[in-house]
């Protein structure tokens, strides 16, 4: 099973940029996809982008296309999310998750992701 602990997110100005980490516990790490979504107040959660196990196939939602990129390091059992040009409708609590599968289409569901994170929250200020 795997365990997974966000950081990295915080209050930032428009147009500034963060990045956030995923560290992962578990063997399983290095064969799963992995996906970041998002959750803003008084909305559902939402696909922001995924990453397959070898980190060759990606693929983001259009609202964060060109603006954010997601890379993962297999021998750090952590996946990163940088975020530039960050806009305040960024955001949302910021949720990382594991699947079962090693690389998914896109925008995969959230039921194919089987371990979630606790959430970080990132706020954009206008």
């Known amino acids: 099973q795997v365990q997974l602990v966000e950081s990295g997110g915080g209050l930032v100005q428009a147009g500034g940029s963060l990045r956030l980490s995923c560290a992962a516990s578990?063997?399983?790490?290095?064969?799963?996809?992995m996906g970041w979504f998002r959750q803003a107040p008084g909305k559902e959660r939402e696909f922001v982008t995924t990453?397959?196990?070898?980190?060759?196939?990606?693929y983001y939602a259009d609202s964060v296309k060109g603006r954010f990129t997601i890379s993962r390091d297999n021998a750090k059992n952590t996946v990163y999310l940088q975020m530039n040009s960050l806009k305040p409708e960024d955001t949302a609590v910021y949720y990382c998750?594991?699947?079962?599968?090693?690389?998914?289409?896109?925008?995969?569901?959230?039921?194919?992701?089987?371990?979630w994170g606790q959430g970080t929250q990132v706020t954009v200020s206008s």
């Open positions: 578990g063997r399983t790490f290095s064969n799963s996809a």
């Open positions: 998750a594991a699947s079962r599968y090693g690389t998914l289409g896109g925008p995969p569901p959230e039921t194919r992701f089987h371990c």
């Open positions: 990453i397959s196990w070898s980190g060759s196939s990606t």
